[in-house]
């Protein structure tokens, strides 16, 4: 029993290892089959050009996978491409300028005293809009920079009430098949260029002191138009009234701007943030409201910011009649103006022909001794001054940081022009800002500096001057996206989120740049086809069970130009999702890795928005009557 018991034993491990060697032979024969294959250039099984994620749906897709970033939509009248997906399908013509929190019929139901009717009124979830918003039949690519400043496409903004109403104040001109901006203005009789050199010759606008402007009810915003060749940057800010498409207008030119008023809620912007503000004849009652507004362009003017005055009542004297004002009311308008400056502690530099011009102090050392002597307005209690997103103003002036000399500046000395953009910001070296150090302000300006040099290997179109001029940064943290295109001819607007736990819009404007505090559940305060590239780092993992990230996509839709790019860091997993509903919106998306390690679970999606439009008007027009 038991030598047969060893024999069968020895059967059995015979017969395995003749398994085994079978086994080995076939794998090796077959590997070096598939060697031969491949080294003779064979087809291969899967389609390379085709995305890894459409086969195995948790693998990201295969990198470097090339996108058409170039225009090519340069007809007046080029033919519609239909939608292609019945899910988010385009909205009807008629919301080619839709503003969802800037819609005319909404603000009808709010209060016209102190124009609150005027300010963001945002629609419901349910009210909100399930499609894309479409471009107007025969948009066209905009003009490139600098040509674009003084020239528009008529279909692209298809309003010429402006040039019937501002006909003798030389702003804009319709001639052909385009608009033409002469860079006039109400008060700029010999151009905004003569204007600011009447400007420089009162303060300095070249020494690099004076780099971040306001301007308040800015027209179409010729003034930022031509402070830029200054190396001024203007945020132009102007109502939805009834002087069709300023702010419009001034995107369309490359001009930063924002549909925006003095009303109720303090403007989105830090306090500190301009080194200069202006009005010229925008029609805001500075007096009125206890010196409401006047108090808020306070509060974002930076310690030794100048406030510049031209139009009603400046030189009244000479003016009177054109404005069609008494003498009377205009000379009580100036003093109050007056007064309100001086209960701010401002200091009046000069006033003239037709320009005034106040300076803040630099710091508050006297204007708090002479509250005795100007019991009004009081300061503010302890409050953040930079929280100003749905912000109630107030009738109180916002302290300036401490100083122990009176020759010291509130808040710290900033760097001039261009050092400003690299220099430590004086709110971080005061440690001012939770956990941001200097150390972690300078790598992170080298990190964008890397980042963007891998963004313009992909879209060779971000790296070609001229191509790309309005730029959105969703998610700006310290605004190194924007720093790392400083010698581009582009400008940013950098977007602070008001969930993000730091706020990080003061440090942005130190740096030079300029900004917007912006809840991303609602949509921006602007028009459609505003921006020539949208970038937003982790802004779907911020919002990730606030908001629906299809709204957040919509509204990126809606405000990016067609042909415009996109640009999405985020983790893979958002990102796929990101991905299955752009393929429903007309959008050529592909997910490429993080540009240090494919590793990374971070990926980048680059994207481009298909050319599409409304349909045209005149054969729809033409069906019917046929039908008829």
């Not at 080995?24 to 995305?51: A, D, E, K």
Request: overall charge neutral; glycine content about 6%; hydrophobic content about 35%.
């Amino acid at each position: 029993m038991a030598i047969l018991t060893s024999f069968l034993t020895f059967k059995t491990k015979k017969a395995n290892l003749y398994k085994l060697t079978l086994i080995t032979i076939l794998c090796t024969l077959f590997y070096l089959i598939g060697f031969y294959q491949n080294s003779r250039g064979s087809i291969p099984l899967v389609n390379p050009s085709s995305s890894v994620s459409a086969i195995f749906s948790c693998a990201p897709p295969i990198r470097n996978t090339t996108l058409d970033f170039l225009a090519h939509h340069y007809s007046p009248d080029p033919p519609l491409t239909v939608a292609r997906a019945p899910h988010l399908p385009p909205c009807d013509p008629e919301y080619t300028e839709y503003n969802p929190c800037e819609d005319g019929q909404r603000s009808l139901k709010f209060d016209r005293d102190r124009l609150i009717y005027r300010e963001r009124h945002c629609p419901e979830k349910k009210e909100l809009l399930k499609c894309r918003v479409p471009a107007p039949f025969g948009y066209r690519v905009p003009f490139r920079w600098p040509v674009s400043r003084d020239f528009v496409w008529y279909a692209n903004v298809p309003h010429k009430e402006l040039t019937v109403e501002k006909k003798n104040q030389n702003w804009v001109r319709f001639e052909g098949d385009r608009f033409r901006f002469p860079g006039g203005g109400t008060m700029f009789q010999r151009g905004a260029d003569a204007y600011i050199d009447d400007i420089g010759k009162l303060i300095n606008l070249k020494d690099g002191s004076i780099r971040t402007a306001i301007d308040t009810g800015c027209g179409v915003a010729s003034f930022g138009a031509y402070l830029l060749s200054r190396n001024i940057v203007t945020l132009s800010f102007a109502p939805r009234d009834t002087h069709e498409a300023q702010v419009q207008f001034a995107l369309e030119r490359g001009v930063p701007a924002l549909i925006g008023v003095l009303a109720s809620i303090r403007l989105p912007y830090p306090a500190r943030a301009f080194d200069m503000a202006h009005c010229s004849r925008c029609l805001i009652p500075w007096g009125q409201y206890d010196g409401l507004y006047l108090i808020e362009v306070d509060r974002v003017l930076r310690p030794g910011g100048y406030w510049v005055l031209s139009g009603p009542p400046v030189n009244w004297e000479n003016h009177w009649k054109g404005w069609s004002r008494s003498p009377e009311d205009l000379k009580a308008e100036e003093s109050t103006i007056g007064t309100v400056a001086k209960s701010l502690c401002w200091k009046k530099l000069v006033q003239k022909d037709d320009l005034s011009i106040w300076q803040k102090p630099t710091n508050h050392i006297h204007c708090i001794a002479n509250r005795k002597l100007h019991k009004r307005p009081v300061f503010c209690q302890p409050q953040d001054p930079d929280k100003a997103w749905y912000t109630k103003m107030e009738t109180c002036i916002t302290p300036l940081p401490e100083v122990s000399d009176i020759r010291e500046i509130a808040g710290g000395q900033l760097a001039k022009w261009p050092q400003r953009l690299t220099a430590i910001p004086p709110r971080i070296s005061s440690g001012s800002v939770n956990g941001i150090t200097a150390e972690i302000f300078t790598e992170n300006t080298e990190l964008w500096k890397e980042r963007v040099a891998h963004y313009k290997e992909v879209d060779h179109q971000l790296a070609e001057q001229g191509r790309y001029r309005n730029l959105l940064d969703m998610n700006a943290y310290l605004g190194g996206f924007a720093a790392a295109l400083m010698d581009d001819p582009v400008w940013v607007m950098n977007v602070a989120p008001v969930e993000a736990d730091i706020n990080t819009l003061g440090v942005i404007y130190e740096r030079g740049l300029i900004g917007t505090y912006q809840n991303w559940c609602e949509a921006m305060s602007t028009y459609p086809r505003t921006y020539d590239l949208i970038h937003a780092d982790s802004i779907f993992s911020l919002y990730k069970d606030r908001c629906e990230m299809e709204d957040i996509l919509l509204e990126m839709d809606r405000i990016l130009r067609p042909e415009g790019s996109v640009i999405i860091r985020d983790d893979v997993d958002i990102l796929l999702k990101v991905k299955s509903i752009v393929d429903v919106m007309q959008w050529d998306a592909r997910i490429a890795d993080h540009e240090r390690s494919a590793h990374e679970r971070e990926k980048v999606l680059f994207a481009v928005k298909q050319y599409w439009t409304a349909p045209d008007p005149h054969q729809n027009q033409q069906e019917s009557e046929t039908a008829s």
